[in-house]
Nanobody, 122 residues
Framework: VQLQASGGGLVQAGDSLRLSCAASRLPFSVYSMGWFRQALGKERELVAAINWSGGVTYYADSVKGRFTISRDNAENTVYLQMNSLKPEDTAIYYC????????????????WGEGTQVTVSS
């Protein structure tokens, strides 16, 4: 199983980025997917999650109204559209897969990508 995250970069506050995570060798369409982030010196936290069909989504309070998670099962890809970025969004962003319903707990995600750095300058 491989999860390849991309789309990170250095942007200014207020800008947008779209992260992508392409899955291979995974029955993608039956897995829930999550985006996590880990800032320097902090715990890894769930940012957003989506169930297999895209019909159920979850967002951390800190990103509600700014971030949108979506998926394309035909392309085995999950996306995270990030708008109105803030300096506190700076972190390494990871995508992850779970065979369970979307969950906040990182311990329930069995597959992880390597992460993509997002840096938001003020």
């Amino acid at each position: 199983v491989q999860l390849q995250a991309s789309g990170g970069g250095l942007v200014q506050a207020g800008d947008s980025l779209r992260l992508s995570c392409a899955a291979s060798r995974l029955p993608f369409s039956v897995y829930s997917m999550g985006w996590f982030r880990q800032a320097l010196g902090k715990e890894r936290e769930l940012v957003a999650a989506i169930n297999w069909s895209g019909g159920v989504t979850y967002y951390a309070d800190s990103v509600k109204g700014r971030f949108t998670i979506s998926r394309d099962n035909a392309e085995n890809t999950v996306y995270l559209q990030m708008n109105s970025l803030k300096p506190e969004d700076t972190a390494i962003y990871y995508c992850a897969a779970t065979a369970m319903a979307p969950t906040r707990s990182r311990y329930e995600y069995g597959y992880w990508g390597e992460g993509t750095q997002v840096t938001v300058s003020s």
